[in-house]
């Protein structure tokens, strides 16, 4: 390659931010290597979304078997924790091969260790320079570091699912996605005690609230201690145990445990990169990036969790990547990222779902509209599976008849939610929604009587 540079692009980060721009720019005849210091298939495939959901998919069936319990199903459902965990590892441990091969087929270069920029051209992995004409960055998040006595004790969400044995008392520290998700296994996995220690005043924050109510009760229900109020101030050694301790406004409390989890928000991951070589612009918030997703340095691209762009999500990643990997093709910005309404579940049992503007939202914009808000306890679709939490709240705009947001609580919430985004995405109106004809019996069929 003229010019010195051994490859056209190189991409650092090789999970949904990263691969897809490296198999787009090989398709098209570039030179590209991609470069991981972890095995390849970043965050969700290894260490996020799937090896937990393989693990919520376990608790399902001990969950459904409970919840049948008397009503012809005869079972005594139990987890052992290492089997489940080895049933993870079927579909973790042939990612990263997997990946490798096909960016092998793809003529890309895999190369690993850790990235960091010299130039604005150049990054040195482990000791070795490599030069190239263009960057795409998808480092991802990691966990905030809390600034608290103690906090090397906590373990973070990929330790919890590299866990040997389910602990015996466990807590979270922070009261969001990773805690009600993780909280909800290792209950059902048959912890003792589990609690979830939750600065703010409620679980879940940027959920509706009175859904979040609904699924405070029920993971209470399960046998979850669920601490709002409770601001963790540190963590310390107890003998074999910890004490983690926090400030409530009722004084400072401790509670003792054998294993505390941080799951206290993530951050960029973007440090390490000294993105001040590379003439890349950044905050506290991410890489800054324009809607084209191009960096301050135009030769250099950026998507996904380490970027100042959408929500942390794995389809955000991916449609931040398309995007990117399109312009850096075109060589100019000829499209722009735009978000659809971006759906979210919390894989908790039951599920929570949320897609568009919460009420106190569309309030505050101004719209006029109404709630159709309703516990679903007694709807067919509940009392089949013969489930104790369920309910919905969607905002349907009085003047056009458009769905302006939904949150769903209870089983098929996490299919019901992409529908509403579909349908949301696509204008349709409530009346629309009603007329449209769904197989029966099926939680899809709930939708016509929700708006
Ligand atoms: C426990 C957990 C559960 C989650 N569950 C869900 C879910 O159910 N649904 C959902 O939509 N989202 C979920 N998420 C979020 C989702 O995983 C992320 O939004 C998504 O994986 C981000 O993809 P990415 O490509 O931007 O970053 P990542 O997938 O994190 O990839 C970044 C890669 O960059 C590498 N890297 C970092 N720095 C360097 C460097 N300097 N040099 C070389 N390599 C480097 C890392 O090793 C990593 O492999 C979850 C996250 C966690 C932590
Ligand atoms: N199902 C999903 O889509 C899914 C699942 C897991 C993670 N994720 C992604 O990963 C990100 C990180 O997840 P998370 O659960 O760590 O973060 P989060 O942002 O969902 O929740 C963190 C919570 O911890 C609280 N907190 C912070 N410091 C605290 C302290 N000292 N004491 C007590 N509470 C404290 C915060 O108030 C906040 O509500 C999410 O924001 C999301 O982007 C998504």
Partial sequence: ???????????????????????????????????????????????????????????????????MDGKGLIAEPRIDWAEMMAFKRTFTDAMPGRIEAGHDRAGIATLQGSARFTAPDTVEIDGRAWRARHFHIATGARPATLGIPGEEHLITSTDFLELPECPRRIVFVGGGYIALEFAHIAARAGAETVTVLQRGPRILPNFDPDLTAILAEATEALGVDVHTGAAVSGIAREGNAFAVQYETPDGPKKVVCDVAVHAAGRVP?????????????????????????????????????????????????????????????????????????????????????????????????????????????????????????SGFKVLVERETGHILGAHLIGPGTEEQINLFAMAMGAGLTANRIKAAIFAYPSYASDLGSMV
């Fill in 269 to 389: 991951n973007i440090e390490d990169l000294n993105l001040e070589a590379a003439g890349v612009d950044a905050t506290k918030r991410g890489i800054k990036v324009s809607p084209a997703m191009r960096t301050s340095n135009p030769a250099i691209f950026a998507a996904g969790d380490c970027a100042d762009s959408g929500p942390n999500l794995t389809p955000v990643s991916a449609n931040e990547a398309r995007i990117a990997a399109k312009n850096l093709l075109a060589n100019q910005d000829e499209r722009k990222i735009v978000y659809p309404p971006i759906p979210s579940t919390v894989f908790t049992l039951p599920p929570l779902g949320s897609v568009g503007l919460s009420e106190a939202a569309a309030k505050e914009a101004g719209h006029d509209f109404d709630v159709h808000f309703e516990r679903t306890e007694r709807w067919y679709s509940s009392i089949r599976v013969s489930a104790v939490a």
């Fill in 1 to 67: 390659m003229s010019d010195g540079f051994e490859f056209d692009l190189i991409v650092i980060g090789a999970g949904t931010g990263g691969n897809g721009v490296a198999r787009m720019a090989a398709a098209e005849g570039w030179k590209v290597a991609i470069v991981d210091r972890l095995p390849y298939g970043g965050t969700c495939a290894l260490r996020g979304c799937d090896p937990k959901k393989m693990l919520v998919g376990v608790t399902e069936g001990v969950e459904r078997a409970r919840a």
